[in-house]
């Protein structure tokens, strides 16, 4: 009984270790909330550069999530391997 | 929703709106019929065959993983002799799918061209090959079937097993479906007398635990069914290739070997002095009045240097984590919510799998061509290339 309670706490705390691996996404969501106001301040003051602004903006936004996504990665490994 | 525009002032009742109704009133009775369950999420390829054993590599498996990218390539090759069988026909307007395709090269052409400027005959390969494959790659994600029609095995202890029913069968070839996952530990199974007795073999004896049959989500609503069916694990014939690590980083690797490459087809041996940055080293040696800063940038250098080789091995990791970490959860989002809400919910996350295979694709091959156009740009202003770099920035 003792060690089934033990399994059951370990399993929790995977689960609760999952979740705070998550929090990591908070910094990607904020920079790519201010990477799309950026560019969408920019592209209303020149709607010519729009091309240019849309390539870059994807570009750093990509470098913005991978944070999230390695967050995801880990709370994934936390969840399923192991 | 679905509806087209009418573009005629009387509405058509056209085919495709009843067509579509059909498919949803399908889908309720097969969701009500056949309850989804959630699959097992496993990270590592499953094997389908194998091992083979090869000279110099050693042991091979046919993963699923594998055989979804050969049918990536077969699509590609297919999209390919398309385009060529098009062009053949001497139109000089390319209509239908062929036109499409140029359009997306000729896009990725004028993408290539803004940015890589007199390189773009190099890179424009590695970053159209990269685009179309990873793009077809995830897209696959999309397609009914992939990660959802295999082959059923014996269990293995430790990997979920499964009651099945027979739909039909075509010969000697059973057509089952998946109705309810059981935990499966490999031992007798005391929910189930008599499906466990059938796998209480010897080849799982070792690994025999107190066995108990976890029902999960017990809904039985196959309840007499399951009288005659026995427990087996199931492996997916096809799954998408991104979640398998091995082609990210494979991908990665050569994205980033290929940019070096090309960094010293550019710039000649002197592309290294990127990493071993020891030119202001060697003059502090030589000059005569030196300052403080002349004795602190030599060390700083060779520590940027140092920098530069991490953020060659930081690029192949982010690489490949990103299209995997992106593809794998959204491989795990589709089967959660296909498991909680089978009907209609699905088609809004396919819609952002669209985007999202899309969007990671564009993204591996433009941080590829970034780089390398990164790559063929002389580091140092007082460097002999510095006229090359004026000229690809004009």
Do not use: C
């Not at chain 1, 920079?31 to 799309?36: D, E, H, S, T, V």
């Not at chain 2, 002799?81 to 001497?90: N, W």
């Not at chain 2, 309810?180 to 530990?185: D, K, L, S």
């Amino acid at each position: 009984m003792e060690e089934a309670a033990a399994l059951a706490i370990a399993n929790g705390l995977k689960f609760l270790g999952a979740g705070l691996a998550m929090v990591g996404t908070l910094g990607a969501g904020l920079g790519i909330g201010i990477l799309g106001s950026g560019a969408v301040q920019g592209i209303a003051r020149n709607p010519d550069a729009a091309g240019a602004i849309q390539i870059n903006m994807i570009l750093a936004i990509a470098f913005a999530e991978a944070v999230a996504i390695y967050a995801l990665v880990v709370a994934m490994l936390i969840l399923f391997v192991g | 929703m679905t509806d087209a525009k009418p573009t005629r002032q009387k509405r058509r009742w056209g085919f495709y709106r009843w067509l579509i109704v059909l498919i949803i009133i399908g889908n309720v009775y097969a969701a009500r019929a056949f309850a989804p369950i959630m699959p097992h999420v496993q990270v590592p390829a499953e094997p389908l065959a194998g091992p083979f054993t090869l000279p110099l590599i050693g042991e091979l498996y046919l993963t699923n993983t594998l055989s979804s990218l050969l049918v990536a390539d077969l699509i590609l090759i297919l999209m390919a002799l398309s385009v060529r069988l098009a062009t053949r026909k001497g139109e000089l307007v390319l209509g239908g799918f062929a036109g499409a395709i140029e359009a997306l090269v000729e896009g990725i052409y004028n993408l290539v061209e803004s940015t890589a400027g007199k390189w773009t005959r190099q890179i424009f390969p590695w970053m159209a090959t990269i685009v179309l494959l990873v793009l077809v790659v995830n897209w696959m994600e999309l397609i009914p079937g992939v990660d959802s029609i295999g082959s059923f095995h014996e269990p293995h202890a430790g990997l979920p097993a499964y009651e099945t029913q027979t739909l039909f069968s075509i010969g000697d070839f059973d057509v089952s479906t998946v109705t309810e996952e059981v935990e499966f530990e490999g031992g007798h199974d005391e929910g189930h007398a008599d499906s466990g007795e059938l796998h209480s073999d010897e080849t799982h004896s070792d690994e025999v635990m107190a066995g108990e049959a976890h029902e999960t989500e017990a809904e039985h609503s196959e309840g007499e069914h399951m009288e005659g069916s026995s427990l087996v694990g199931f492996t997916p014939w096809i799954r998408v290739t991104s979640t398998d690590l091995n082609f990210t980083v494979a991908l990665a690797l050569i994205s980033v070997v290929v940019t070096q490459i090309i960094g010293l087809r550019a710039l000649g041996p002197g592309y290294f002095s990127k990493f071993f940055a020891f030119r202001n080293f060697g003059r502090m040696w030589v000059s005569e009045n030196l300052g403080p800063f002349d004795v602190m940038m030599p060390f700083l250098d060779i520590f940027v240097g140092l920098l530069e080789f991490i953020a060659e091995i930081a690029k192949i990791i982010s690489f490949s984590f990103r299209l995997f970490g992106n593809i794998f959860a959204g491989s795990v989002l589709l089967f959660v919510i296909g498991s909680l809400v089978p009907v209609l919910v699905q088609s809004g996350f396919l819609l952002l799998e669209v985007m999202v295979g899309l969007i990671q694709a564009l993204v591996f091959g433009m941080l590829t061509m970034v780089f390398m156009t990164m790559a063929t740009q002389s580091h140092d202003d007082h460097d002999d290339h510095g006229e090359e770099r004026a000229e690809a920035h004009a």
